[in-house]
């Protein structure tokens, strides 16, 4: 039996489905999400970014060799120089200062998530510090795919959050998703039917994770 990154999708494919088709992404898309729902997620997903920086920067510890080494400061980039860049300019045309961003306080599934995948990457190896990001990095890539799927989606100067979309249907994040997905497909080839039951709990988990992460900014909560 060989395994690949569909596979592990497969598995989850309730939560998957739940995850990127979340009625907050459904709102965003038709640009009818309230405004001071997307202020607080855009301000938990600042520190959530950070913390995934952090975790990037596990994987690349954990590398053994020259190839993961280059893939995971590949993902870090991504998030530090491409993500989070954009994400401060955003956060300021959305009214959100540096020292606003600095000083706030961190909710309940912000922490959840993030330490859920510090302590993946803490006790486990690479593949599990992978698959647990993978939500992250491809998930977005997916969730703009399927905006850009929808009749219903609205593109364009009418939609206040087009620059949101932009971002993840973009040819550097879009890239990034594809070799993340590679890395992933090649590894998971070598697993054996009880370690891939292993990483599909993980990845589960970190679906779980992403769906309380929009609840979250539905729910204004703290
Ligand atoms: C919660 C969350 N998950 C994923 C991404 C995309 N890197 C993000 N910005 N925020």
């Excluded at 280059?70 to 401060?88: A, F, M, N, Q, W």
């Excluded at 589960?204 to 979250?216: K, S, T, V, Y």
Aim: include cysteine.
């Amino acid at each position: 039996m060989s395994y690949s990154f569909a596979d592990l999708t497969a598995a989850c494919h309730d939560e998957w489905r739940a995850y990127i088709e979340h009625e907050f992404v459904r709102q965003l898309s038709e640009g009818s999400l309230p405004a001071d729902v997307f202020r607080h997620y855009l301000k938990q997903d600042y520190l959530f970014l950070i913390h995934f920086g952090r975790a990037y920067a596990l994987a690349t510890y954990k590398s053994r060799n020259i190839a993961e080494l280059r893939h995971s400061l590949d993902g870090l980039k991504t998030i530090i120089d491409l993500e989070l860049g954009l994400h401060v300019d955003y956060c300021r045309e959305w009214g959100i200062s540096e020292e606003e961003l600095a000083a706030l306080p961190e909710a309940r599934a912000t922490m959840a998530y993030t330490r859920y995948v510090l302590d993946t990457g803490n006790r486990g190896d690479l593949l599990d510090m992978h698959v647990a990001l993978a939500p992250c990095l491809v998930g977005y890539a997916v969730v703009a795919d399927w905006i850009n799927s929808r009749a219903e989606t609205l593109r364009g100067d009418g939609n206040p959050y087009e620059a949101w979309i932009r971002m993840y249907e973009s040819d550097g994040f879009q890239a990034a998703r594809r070799a993340e997905e590679a890395w992933l497909d090649e590894r998971l080839t070598e697993v054996t039917p009880r370690r891939f039951e292993e990483l599909v709990t993980i990845f589960r988990d970190a679906i779980r994770l992403e769906i309380a992460f929009w609840q979250q900014g539905l729910d204004l909560s703290i």
